[in-house]
């Protein structure tokens, strides 16, 4: 049954994957603009020195001068090949430099995600085992808050309070955490800390109400009658159970961490695919633009198809919609 | 009788015996839930700062005052002044137009295309279902703010770009929503009475089932404000959304950043005017769930 279900699921990226494609190519043709001189970088004023002659080299040499979906085929080609054209601003391959970007990404997002579930887990747990007490209100008035707060500007208040005023922890840098571990924590704190909250906000809510759906059924009222001390019922029963379903809001989130990093990135000047991103943008470096963006929408699909048939592997009641 | 009281909703009305209107039914529902109250009541005076901001802004937001920068909230102004020494407050006011507008018409975009496209892939099923659902799932496949990146990187910020990369980024949202509504409406006996009575298949599926698929779209369109708002700051806080001088509460965070040990205060109010309108649509949102129960239609 799993087997089918992943091959089926499989079946139905495919043409996802094709459109994603299809629309990371078309992304740099809907730039206003002469998409020659776009891709090559060059601007309005550069372009009075080019001759007709070099602007149909140019032009061949992107292979611009072919009907739109031979473009777009030869475009696909490289990208499965792995060649992903070079950067205009520093002429490097693209792909070196995304992969060189990309343990940054995951080393943030790792921290993050167990910041996050560091949060969520014991709030959503003891919010529901302590439902409509104080306790509660403080997690749920968390999560409700921690949802509505734009994660940049929670960025810049801890960068007003811990590095500014307390001088506690550094705003910008970055280091590897294989090569300086206390000095990547240090500098991952608070873009871990900005990114974790960001994810446990929702995760609470979802721990705490999950909690509360198993805190009612008959095999907790069991294990209570049994006599089973409380911490074994909600830790190894509820818990149990209420984390299968969270497993799905968790991937969502990470695949987010790993795709939405963009501001974090940019604003804690960590060297990751969000701010090369963002560089590449303000750079007018469309090369750049355009494999970061794959890159990301890549990660994402793949990892929301990992956590649905995660969720269906741990739960095998879950239907296929 | 006519068709109209023949569907559901119309009938669940009357089988509680409730003879006033479904939309009062709501207040009443919305005015014992205090937490979606209080959201009613913050969106409610955002929308009133965005409508009356020439009257009840105490500055005019644009004009420059560079003895006065970055000061601290006065009787003069109330939440201080950015580093051209604006008046952060009418500033603020003035925000919520910039905010409710793009909000507004990219909420307005995605329901516009969201909503038909959802419709028709959930009644008519088959190959034309998988088609528009796949390219729904395309569109999902970016990451939220990331799809709103490339596009206004691409086609540049301004009004409507800003409604065109956030609106596209709601349609499969949307669609999702209004898909399984109409999923769980078609096999109901009333579309066969229509269907009996010789009805078109577009008279159907527009006049009678997509109405009754209202609720769950109405949360969703209330959260989807809430993700418009925050989208256009973070847009803006990027330097990709509206071009200064206009007052954007994104845009006037990225415009004290570099001011931060100088007057923390001039990031600290646009920031909680963000969060609170965003926690305002985000208990309202809850608030309608709570009276629509859609667990059914829930993805």
Redesign the interface.
Known sequence: MLARYVVRRIL?LI???V??SL??FL??R???GDPVLVMMGIDQDERARITPEQYRVLQHQIGLDRPIYVQYLNWADKIVHGDFGLSLATRRPIVEIIFERYPATLYLAATALLVGLAIAIPAGVIAAVKQNTKIDYAAMGFA??G????D??LA??L??LFS?KLGWLPSIGYASPFDNAGLFLQHACLPAIVMGTELAAPLTRYVRAEMLDQLRQDYVRTAWAKGLPSRMVIVKHALRNSLIAAVTVVGLQT??LL??A??IE?IFSWPGVGRL??DG??QRD?PI?QGA?LL???T??FINLIVDIFYKWLDPRIKLE | MSQETLTPAVLTVTEKGVSTSRFVDALRVIARNRLALLGLFIVSVGIFAAILAPWISTHDPYEINIAGRLQAPSAQHWLGTDFLGRDTYSRIVFGARTAFIIAAGAVFLGALFGVPLGAIAGFRGRWIDSTIMRFMDAIMAFPGRLLAIALVASAGGGFTSLFIALGLGAIPSNARIVRSAVLAQKEREYVEAARMSGESDFGILFLQVLPNCLSPLLVRLSLEFAHAILAESSLSFLGLGLPPPTPSWGLMLKEVTPFLQLQPLAAFFPGLTISLIILGFNLLGDGLRDIFDPRQYER
């Open positions: 139905q043409p996802v994957l459109l994603v629309a990371v992304l740099v809907v730039i206003p409700l808050w949802v509505a707060m734009p940049f500007w810049l208040m960068i007003v500014l695949a987010r795709g939405g963009t501001i940019t991103l963002i943008i303000y469309y633009v963006v990301i929408a890549v994402y699909v």
